[in-house]
């Protein structure tokens, strides 16, 4: 993506931004469907720390199969529901709570029974009226009890005629939570007013889940015009026996405190539930507890719920770990959470943190990840910030027991990530075109730039067309579409031959400009006659006046007489050439000379003279043959230059041996990307 301007982006950052205003306010208000969407994700929650069940302080009683088997099937005569109180009071536990409701008559009453007979005696069914009804029994059993017992209710929306009466319940205690929106139930569904009246107290059954999966509970509810809190949490009560105070816990959560035990609920009254895993151990069967089965103190001082269990009966419930557990199991993690401490909640502002959360990753995402340089950044930012909210999430849970969703943040901020990089994309898309298209439009001009250097440089065939005294081959390769070198080379007279090589400091456009001024200078300065180092110092004096980027230039000029073969040579910083005569190796020609033209003012360059023979050549090179590097990093060097040059057969004219000479360095370099402009010029001297 890389580092650019964010001025293209105006649109989609617009665009996100709405977006991420969009997501937020929805996050903020929290309508039900984001809710059922977030109790989902805590499950994940409750899935990574499962609680571990470190306490026992509840037993349940199950009647599941093989009780109903070994005593009968479902609903049991009240008489055996009182015979299983009186057993398990027999091992003092501190409270008895019946997750089940006795709402009609026992139909196994004696006086039900005779009813049903159609033939009897009229003794015997005088007899069987005096008898006392199952329920008188099983409420005696209850009243009698050495542990309170505590009776199940389940509120209802609509008022069942046949519990007009509210319930009797214990009083509650409320400080500040006037304002609170406590769920009130107008009716409830509970046990005959005979067994109601002979409990301690009610507690509620009711799952309060609209879903198939049991995440909250109530933990305390108006019903009628009294008020109860969960059947766990008022069996516990009711074997501590101390009043139940509900107080603002802040936030928007509710404290509910009895004795040393403390809860929090939401504003509603309902709790959420840290669940543990199915564990055998909290059970008992009902049957192992009428036939004595169960040691002494497997009740002892604790809370024991009696509840259904037999999968016939299906009160069931599915929690957030995915397993199936029976209601009254449901009940008893309820008291384990109150009594090990251990509680879950959601404060009223963790929706606008949440909110909070989007905005945060949102304005990471939109102000940095068009920034970010390459897309590796841009996706180590997202996972970064994506990363620190789940975290943050999983440390809450744990160790604060709050309940917060680093989900739909990450999502929302996840959709505004999408529309900034596919804006940030159709960006770059759209720039890179415009580079294209721009890097064309250079190309042209820099090609029709290096067609006007070009033509600035003689041909020496055109130049010398009809002189056989000597002649003369040039070649110029710029490593870039323009360059800095160059050469000259034209008659002064009828029997003077000057010519020149020289490379500007720098590369490209600025260096091809500066070289047009040299190149008139120089010419201008050679045309004016006199010794060649004089030549060269009229010349820099003139270009140091043009000279504002303070570039400098090396060069090598010569003047050769084409009667007697003397030539003159001045060198202002270049490479010396190379002279070859007939039968003889190449030797660099003896360089006294100076610095770079530009390089130290008023400096007078000394003018060399060198008598050439009949057929000897000379080849001028600029540094872009010496210093051409192959891809092992290694250069030419002079000693490769001199070499090729002695591999040039004797007597080959000027255009091959700066063919082969070419096409040797072309080879060296190997592909390798040419460092510098390439110059060279070859004169040969045939004689008069």
């Known amino acids: 993506m890389g580092d650019r301007s964010l001025k293209p982006l105006g649109g989609t950052r617009c665009t996100a931004l709405l977006l991420l205003a969009a997501l937020s306010y929805a996050l903020a208000v929290s309508p039900e469907a984001v809710q059922r969407f977030q109790a989902g994700f805590f499950d994940f929650y409750q899935r990574i720390f499962p609680l571990p069940r470190t306490t026992a302080p509840v037993i349940i009683v199950g009647i599941e199969e093989n009780s109903l088997r070994e005593l009968g099937q479902w609903p049991w005569p009240r008489t055996r529901m009182a015979d299983l109180i009186r057993a398990i009071d027999a091992g003092k536990p501190l409270a008895i709570g019946l997750d089940v409701f006795f709402p009609e008559p026992d139909r196994f009453s004696p006086a039900n029974v005779a009813a049903q007979l159609p033939v009897i005696a009229s003794e015997t069914v005088r007899f069987l009226a005096t008898l006392p009804t199952n329920d008188a029994i099983f409420a005696e059993a209850i009243s009698t009890a050495g542990a309170p017992v505590v009776l199940g209710i389940s509120g209802e929306e609509d008022e069942d005629v046949r519990f007009a009466n509210s319930p009797s319940s214990q009083p509650v205690r409320f400080i500040g939570t006037q304002d609170f929106p406590i769920k009130a139930y107008k009716g409830y569904i509970g046990s005959l007013a005979t067994l109601s009246a002979a409990a301690k107290r009610h507690g509620l059954m009711n799952s309060g889940s609209p879903s198939a999966v049991v995440r909250r509970t109530p933990l305390i509810a108006k019903v009628g015009e009294g ?78 719920l009696v509840g259904i269990t037999g999968l016939g009966i299906l009160d069931y419930k599915t929690t957030p770990l995915a397993e199936f557990l029976p209601g009254v199991e449901v009940h008893a993690q309820i008291v384990e959470n109150i009594v090990n401490g251990v509680t879950l909640s959601r404060p009223r502002i963790m929706p606008r943190v949440e909110a909070l959360t989007l905005i945060t990753l949102g304005f990471l995402f939109i102000v940095f990840v068009p920034r970010a340089r390459g897309a590796q950044y841009g996706l180590a930012l997202v996972v970064g910030g994506v990363g620190t909210a789940f975290a943050a999430g999983l440390v809450l849970f744990q160790f604060f027991g709050l309940l917060y969703d680093p989900m739909l943040p990450s ?59 000597a002649d003369v081959a040039a070649l110029l390769e710029p490593a870039r579409t323009v360059g800095g070198d160059f050469y000259d080379c034209f008659m002064i007279g009828e029997r003077q031959l000057f010519f020149v090589v020289a490379d500007v400091s720098g590369k490209g456009l600025p260096a091809a400009l500066f070289m047009a001024s040299v190149k008139s200078q120089l010419k201008s300065a050679a045309l004016r006659g006199g010794e060649v180092g004089a030549m060269l110092t009229r010349a820099q004096d003139e270009i140091e006046h043009e000279n504002p980027e303070q570039l400098f230039v090396t060069a090598f000029a010569g003047l050769l007489d084409l009667q007697t073969g003397v030539l003159q040579y001045a060198n202002a910083g270049h490479e010396p050439p190379y002279a070859r005569r007939p039968s003889g190796a190449p030797e660099r020609l003896p360089h006294p000379g100076g610095p770079p033209l530009c390089v130290v003012d008023d400096f007078a360059f000394p003018t060399s003279t060198y008598t050439l023979v009949p057929g000897e050549w000379l080849c001028v090179v600029t540094d872009g043959a010496t210093e051409a590097m192959n891809p092992q990093r290694e250069f030419f060097g002079v000693e490769r230059l001199g070499t090729a040059l002695g591999w040039i057969p004797e007597g080959a004219p000027p255009e091959e041996l700066i063919r082969r000479l070419r096409d040797d360095v072309r080879k060296f370099a190997d592909g390798a990307e040419a460092p510098d402009d390439l110059t060279l010029l070859a004169l040969k001297w045939n004689g008069n």
């Open 227 to 304: 008020y109860f809190g969960s059947l766990g949490m008022e069996t516990l009560r009711a074997g501590m026996d101390v009043p139940l105070t509900v107080r603002d816990g802040g936030g928007g959560l509710l404290e509910i405190d009895f004795g040393d035990a403390r809860a929090v609920a939401q504003g509603d009254g309902s709790a959420w539930i840290r669940f543990g895993h199915h564990d055998d151990a909290r059970f008992v069967t009902a049957y192992e507890a009428m036939v004595g089965k169960v040691t002494p103190d497997t009740f002892k001082d604790k809370v024991v």
């Open 411 to 469: 999502l929302g901020a996840g959709f505004v990530f999408g529309v900034v990089l596919v804006g940030s994309l159709a960006t770059s898309e759209r720039q890179r075109r415009q580079l294209r298209e721009q890097a064309a439009r250079l190309a042209g001009e820099l090609d029709a730039a290096r067609r006007i250097q070009m033509g600035l440089l003689p041909d020496p065939r055109e130049t010398f067309a009809g002189e056989r005294r």
